[in-house]
């Protein structure tokens, strides 16, 4: 009888992290800041019964990344280094201009969470989404030049790797949608020439 009482709380606490979590998630997609007492409301539950699982919004939203996940964009990769790059960058142009709202929430989230250790509100050196974020990206750009690894030089292939990192990705996203004032179709078009043209730059360069 315990081990049934037992466990009937454990599916509910679970059921309950994971209506927090969704709650997240939709908070993000309808482009709204995500706090716990958001959250705790979108998923019908006391603002005190979402503390006991997250005591910050950053806590919810690492979890409610899971549930983002974009598509496989390294899936079926040709060897050909340009068509490569071209492949990843327009996918991942795909995913983010497709659900601009979540991508620019998850922004202001690192944004927001930035500020508060910069006032020294948290004691973490460096937001999580930003760390994670970048990390992944810059793991799949490694990935994606790696065939270049042998052809160019150590310093000119991490030159090309930290470059091609500006011009793909969320914040190239705000830079062509708000300062360039460019539509979807043109912003996903103008990071795939600026990925070529690095490449293209970095290819002659190695050749001189």
């Known amino acids: 009888m315990l081990d049934v009482v037992g466990d009937g709380r454990r599916n509910q606490k679970l059921r309950t992290r994971r209506a927090l979590i969704d709650a ?3 908070l993000l997609h309808e482009g709204r800041t995500v706090t716990i007492a958001e959250a ?27 549930l983002m996940r974009a598509p496989d ?21 795909d995913t983010q201009l497709g659900d601009e709202a979540m991508w620019r929430a998850l922004l202001r989230a690192t944004m927001d969470r930035w500020q508060q250790v910069a006032q020294g509100e948290r004691a973490d050196d460096i937001p999580f989404h930003n760390r994670t974020r970048t990390r992944t990206r810059l793991d799949l750009t490694r990935t994606v030049l790696e065939p270049l690894a042998d052809i160019l030089p150590p310093a000119e292939h991490r ?6 990192m500006l011009v793909y990705g969320v ?24 990925a070529q043209a690095l490449l293209e730059s970095a290819l002659r360069r190695s050749e001189t």
Do not use: N
Request: charged share 25%.
């Open 24 to 26: 997240a998630v939709t």
């Open 40 to 66: 705790a409301e979108t998923a019908q539950v006391s603002t005190a019964t979402a503390y006991r699982y997250f005591s910050h919004p950053s806590d919810l939203l690492l979890e409610a990344r899971t």
């Open 73 to 93: 964009v390294l899936a079926d990769l040709p060897d050909d280094p340009a068509e490569r790059l071209d492949m990843v960058v327009s996918r991942i142009a």
């Open 159 to 164: 030159r090309l790797t930290m470059a091609v």
């Open 171 to 194: 914040e190239a996203l705000i830079s062509t949608r708000d300062a360039c004032g460019v539509d979807a179709d043109e912003a996903k078009e103008v990071m795939r020439w600026a």
